[in-house]
């Protein structure tokens, strides 16, 4: 397991060294440097590019909230560095001011409260995996203020709890069996009554429990919007260690491909409402079979659905993975047509293509709008095998072949010039299935090889 670099900052070389010796016993972590002021930190780290920084609040050279301005200032050049604040102050508003941009990412500890057991390996963990967390008494100094205006039952109180415990809505929701909408309008409610009457001390103390709720809910509302934009697993990807347009890293992957049969014709035929109902169905099921088989849903175009296994987490199983996603898919859209048969709507016919090879995956597009895509002449080959994949095939190419731990049962096509590269492939053609039997008599993609395909066009 790759250990996780953790960079140091406190202006006291006691703190320092007794920081490195905690940290010393576990095998997870390692230190990769250290600096005693706000100028050292924000260098050291930016040369070492630590996955966590650990830093005191104040420090030369005017020992106010250096620390965190400091790790901010990191957070910005880099937006995947975990940021453990300690500190010997359990004043809230230093909590306010170094969750102000979001709580991913964050944690807060007290110096006295680190010693006790693996708080802080525990923090350093948490952060790197763009988690968060507060010490227990800097969430009791949020509450204490608010629970001395009364009025709170149990479970108020328990809201009160996980809302400054930095827990974001959709987690609240679960714990408590609720809907992220239904703890929104709960959280609102509390603060209304909390509003209500209190002193001026108190008052403030709202304010600062509201502050950390808004910057919770904002940060939970840009990660979804990022979920909705890019595949699945990318925008976790990108919250946790960052990117930008133009990021790009060399990964070998398996690419899949999926076509429906004489989709042309069956648009022909099929209202256009319908079509789309059962295009929704289609691409369901589809995501489905390759989500549970670890791949990356890249993107649909028109009937056709583009995958990647080994991106954007590198694996070693990837063509394996897309093999199980391939006859998946052909299982479950065969479900599908005997289903649809049975209500005379038009079954879909599948072909399916893998490619193996080396890509460049890359975040392409601008900071407004960030496509994450694979890109390489195995993308390109793939594109070309699914075409030769009649109903309930699949088509490989020979480095897909190559690839795979146990060799299925498969007709080799021989070596083929596929259109628009100049070197040959041998592809192997797989049957994943009986196709259905309504499905099999539709099928209208010929069996041929893929040279014989190539001249017919």
Same mark, same amino acid.
């Given at each position: ?212 709720? =808004? ?9 979804? +919007?990022?979920? /909705? #934009?890019?595949? %699945?697993? &990318?925008? *976790? ?117 893998? =490619? ?9 597009? +601008?900071?407004? /709008? #960030?496509?994450? %895509?694979? &890109?390489? *002449? ?80």
């Amino acid at each position: 397991m790759e250990a996780i670099t953790v960079f140091i900052a406190d202006d006291s070389v006691f703190i320092r060294e007794g920081v490195r010796a905690m940290l010393s016993r576990q095998n997870d972590i390692e230190i990769v440097g250290e600096a005693d002021d706000h100028d050292g930190l924000v260098a050291g780290a930016e040369a070492a590019e630590p996955n966590v920084v650990v830093s005191d609040i104040r420090m030369p050279p005017n020992f106010h909230r250096e620390g965190i301005e400091a790790c901010q200032l990191i957070r910005k050049r880099h937006p995947g560095t975990g940021i453990v604040i300690l500190s010997q102050y359990d004043d809230p508003d230093y909590a306010i001011a170094l969750l102000a941009e979001g709580a991913a990412g964050y944690a807060y500890l007290l110096k006295d409260r680190i010693a006790e057991g693996d708080q802080l390996a525990r923090a350093i963990r948490e952060v790197a995996s763009g988690g968060s967390m507060l010490d227990p008494a800097v969430v009791t100094a949020l509450m204490n203020p608010m629970r001395r205006t009364g009025g709170l039952d149990a479970e108020d109180d328990a809201l009160l709890e996980m809302v400054a415990s930095g827990k974001p809505i959709k987690a609240i929701a679960v714990a408590t069996q609720s809907t992220p909408a239904a703890v929104e309008a709960r959280v609102e409610g509390l603060f209304v009554r909390l509003a209500e009457g209190v002193s001026a001390g108190t008052a403030g103390a709202l304010d600062r429990l509201k502050r950390m709720h =808004s910057a919770i809910v904002s940060r939970e509302e840009q990660g979804e +919007s990022l979920s /909705r #934009l890019l595949p %699945t697993g &990318v925008a *976790d990807r990108i919250r946790a260690t960052g990117g930008h347009a133009g990021d790009s890293e060399q990964l070998n992957v398996t690419v899949l491909m999926s076509d429906i049969r004489g989709y042309t014709t069956i648009s022909e035929h099929t209202d256009p409402s319908l079509l789309a109902q059962q295009l929704n169905r289609h691409r369901a099921e589809m995501n489905r079979a390759i989500l549970d088989a670890g791949g990356t849903v890249m993107q649909y175009v028109g009937d056709a659905v583009m995958a990647v296994f080994g991106a954007p987490e590198p694996s070693t199983d990837h063509a394996d993975r897309a093999l199980v996603a391939a006859r998946a898919m052909h299982a479950a859209q065969s479900a599908v047509n005997d289903e649809w048969v049975g209500d005379a709507l038009e079954p879909f016919p599948l072909g399916i293509g893998l =490619s193996t090879g080396d890509v460049a995956a890359a975040l392409l597009g +601008s900071e407004e /709008r #960030l496509e994450y %895509t694979v &890109v390489g *002449d195995a993308v390109n080959l793939c594109q070309r095998l699914q075409q030769f994949a009649a109903n309930g095939e699949i088509v490989v190419s020979d480095l897909t072949w190559e690839q795979f731990s146990e060799k299925p049962e498969a007709h080799d096509l021989g070596p083929n010039l596929v259109k628009g590269r100049t070197t040959p492939v041998r592809p192997r053609k797989i049957a994943a299935a009986p196709p259905s039997s309504a499905a099999a008599s539709l099928s209208s993609s010929s069996t041929t090889t893929p040279a014989e395909q190539e001249t017919s066009a």
